[in-house]
Structures are given as structure tokens and as C-alpha cells.
């Protein structure tokens, strides 16, 4: 999803800082809403958390150029399911920040694009668990069509905004729409191989439910029924 630098630039460069903006006013919101509601140092801790494991997942996991840009196992909704909403949020938009300040610079002027593409899938999905989930299962005892709704919502969203990226910014041609179609095919392979890690990592935290057991480390929602 790091888009290449140059797909979007001049003038059009505006829409993207709008988006972006949108997305980490709306991130704002969602740390003041679990900070009234939790306190401000789970909030830390588990946005740090978040950032070190998106950093872990741009940098060590598979990664590969496809079109007009990279395909990668972000791992989105195992973050959300994982810390939350919010600290999914922070961590994404602040692991984006720091890898392309200090790891791969030639992405930075492309951050505003890159951030809008993983935040807006992933305000999405946080949706989509409050329809899908039903309030009196855990995270931990998640099936595996249910991960699979999610993930697939949100590596949908993902290659759809990097659909619109490249149209948006060098138009429709024959190019742009065989670079976008060989970037989507490849993202299968995510689609397929995210929902079996995000399970994974779940009955982890299922097998160690109680060194979890604090608001520190996970959302309340990972290990309990949710409060109606």
C-alpha cells in the first residue's frame, strides 16, 4: 500500500492532505473518547505497542513492489482487535510516520496518501465488528468467518484506495489500469494468508488470557464480552 512517489502530485496533492487530515482528526477523537473512558496511560502503552508491531509488519514480514505500489501484510485488524480502535489508529498513522522519516525517506511526500489509505479502511472495519460481532463473544473466540469479513473488508479497502490514488492522480489508461489490476491481484494472497495469522495471534492471546488480563496491554474487548 506505500504507493509510489509521484502517483499523486502539484495541485492534486490537496485532496490527500484533506483526507489525511479528516483521518487523524477522527484518530483525535477516538484517543479523547478512550482516554475519558480509560485513562490516558493504557492509551500509551497500547499506541506504542501499536506502532512497534506496524513498523515489525512493514519492515521484517514479505514485502514486494506490484504496479504502482507495495504489497504488504499489514495485519490491520488483528491491531484493532488486539489494542483497539484508537491505539490501531495511532499506531498505523505514527509506524507510517517513523518508517518514512527514518527508514525510507522517498515515501514521505506520499504520506498523506499512504496514511488515508490504511486509517479509513480501518475506521471501517471498527464498524463493521459492531455489526458482525456479536456483543457477548470476545476477540479471542472470533471465527474464522468472522476474521475473514474483516480482513477482507479491510485489504478491500486498502486496494480500492490505491485504485482511486492512481486514477485519481495519472488518470485512466491502459497503464494505470493494468498497474492497479496486477496490484489487486496480488493482494489475494494477503486477503487469503491475513485472516489464518490474524486467528493465530488471537488463540495466542486466547492460550495467555491471563498475563493480558490488563487494560495496558489489550482492549477490554479482547478478552470479555462487550457492555451494553
Known amino acids: 500500500m506505500h504507493i509510489e512517489p509521484g502517483v499523486v502530485h502539484g495541485a492534486k496533492m490537496a485532496l490527500a492532505v484533506a483526507t489525511a487530515a479528516g483521518g487523524l482528526t477522527f484518530t483525535a477523537k477516538l484517543a479523547m473518547d478512550e482516554i475519558k473512558a480509560r485513562g490516558l496511560a493504557p492509551l ?11 513498523l515489525f509488519f512493514f519492515e521484517v514480514l514479505p514485502h514486494f513492489p506490484v504496479g504502482i505500489s507495495e504489497v504488504h501484510f499489514i495485519l490491520g485488524t488483528t491491531i484493532l482487535l488486539m489494542l483497539g480502535t484508537a491505539p490501531a489508529a495511532i499506531g498505523l498513522a505514527g509506524g ?3 518508517q518514512s522519516t527514518l527508514l525510507a525517506p522517498t515515501d514521505l511526500p506520499m504520506y498523506f496518501v499512504n496514511v488515508t489509505t490504511l ?5 471501517v472495519i471498527a464498524e463493521m465488528a459492531k455489526r458482525i460481532i456479536a456483543p457477548n463473544t470476545a476477540y479471542v473466540d472470533l471465527k474464522y468467518s468472522e476474521a475473514l469479513k474483516l480482513s477482507a473488508a479491510y485489504q ?13 492522480g495519472q488518470g485512466v489508461g491502459a497503464d494505470t489500469t493494468a498497474a ?13 494468508i491475513e485472516p489464518i495469522a490474524d486467528l493465530a495471534i488471537l488463540a ?3 492460550a495467555g488470557r491471563g498475563a493480558l488480563n490488563t ?3 489489550t482492549t477490554p474487548r479482547l478478552l470479555a464480552e462487550a457492555k451494553i
Open 44 to 54: 500509551i502503552t497500547r499506541s506504542l505497542i501499536a506502532i512497534i508491531a506496524t
Open 96 to 98: 507510517l510516520l517513523v
Open 119 to 123: 486509517l479509513v479502511p480501518l475506521f
Open 156 to 168: 478491500g479497502g486498502v486496494v480500492a484506495w490505491v485504485a482511486f490514488w492512481a486514477f485519481y
Open 180 to 192: 492497479v489490476l496486477s496490484f489487486g491481484a496480488a493482494y489475494m494472497l494477503v486477503v487469503l
Open 204 to 206: 495466542a492471546a486466547k
Open 215 to 217: 487494560p495496558h496491554l
